[in-house]
């Protein structure tokens, strides 16, 4: 009954409130109170005692002290430079790992074979087969023989044919035969430019068919690491080829 009656009593008690800042001393703001001044005094001696941390650990550091981090940086200019390593996968390869799986790529990868083929029985690769060193040997019983030897006589061609690999007539046939396909010199030059077009295609998708068989060994070496085999890297993952693991043997039942 005693606390009833106190706390009765407290009920018609003025309300202490704190004090606000005066009115000359409005320009600087609320007037901080105790719980402001906790809050701030903390946070200034975390920061010291994070800066006698340091400091204690800068003093006690062992120069001679070995850690793994040195491998792989160096100084430059007084600054300690991270070495950037060596991108395993371009940002291309990247995007094409994380969206699309091994099926849709060997898909893709097929489909460019094909298509490659394809070409190269269009352009026959003529102008490519030119540039090999290829080897024509001649037979002689004298010295004569072999001084008096012309390439175009022996070859039964014109002069203006003999470095010609390919499609290179006998001189009956360029008296007998007509001259077929196009003779207008800007028609040659069109066709000229679309041939080499075709060639550009044909790189293109050769490099690209090379790109995606080697996203999809990246894959499939991704897949078989999931195997709970014990293995051991042997060779790094590059660009164009995928990382090389060595499997514990495991006998199958």
């Not at 390439?151 to 007539?169: D, G, H, M, S």
């Not at 000229?192 to 050769?206: G, P, S, V």
């Not at 690209?208 to 051991?232: C, G, M, N, W, Y």
């Amino acid at each position: 009954m005693a606390a009833a009656f106190k706390k009765a009593g407290k009920a018609g008690q003025r309300e202490h409130r704190e004090r606000a800042q005066l009115g000359c001393r409005k320009h600087l703001g609320i007037l901080e109170k105790k719980k402001d001044y906790k809050l701030r005094a903390d946070d200034y001696h975390k920061k010291q005692n994070a800066l006698r941390a340091l400091r204690r650990k800068a003093q006690e550091k062992n120069p001679d002290e070995f850690y793994f981090k040195m491998t792989r940086v160096r100084l430059q200019d007084g600054v300690h430079v991270i070495k950037q390593e060596e991108e395993e996968t371009t940002l291309e390869q990247q995007k094409l790992m994380k969206t699309q799986d091994l099926k849709y790529i060997e898909m893709k990868r097929v489909a460019e074979a094909k298509k490659i083929e394809r070409l190269k029985l269009e352009l026959h690769l003529l102008e490519a087969a030119g540039k090999h060193p290829n080897k024509h040997t001649f037979f002689f019983d004298t010295k004569k023989e072999v001084q008096r030897f012309d390439i175009a006589t022996q070859l039964n061609t014109a002069p203006e044919l003999v470095e010609r690999v390919y499609n290179r007539p006998t001189l009956e046939t360029l008296q007998k035969a007509t001259i077929q396909g196009a003779t207008n010199p800007a028609l040659l030059k069109k066709l000229a430019r679309q041939r080499k077009n075709r060639y550009n295609l044909l790189r293109q998708r050769i490099e690209r068919e090379r790109e995606l068989f080697a996203i999809a060994q990246k894959l499939q070496v991704r897949k078989d690491l999931l195997d709970k085999t014990q293995k051991v890297k042997v060779k790094k993952e590059t660009v164009n080829q995928p990382a090389i693991y060595k499997f514990q043997f495991k006998r199958k039942r």
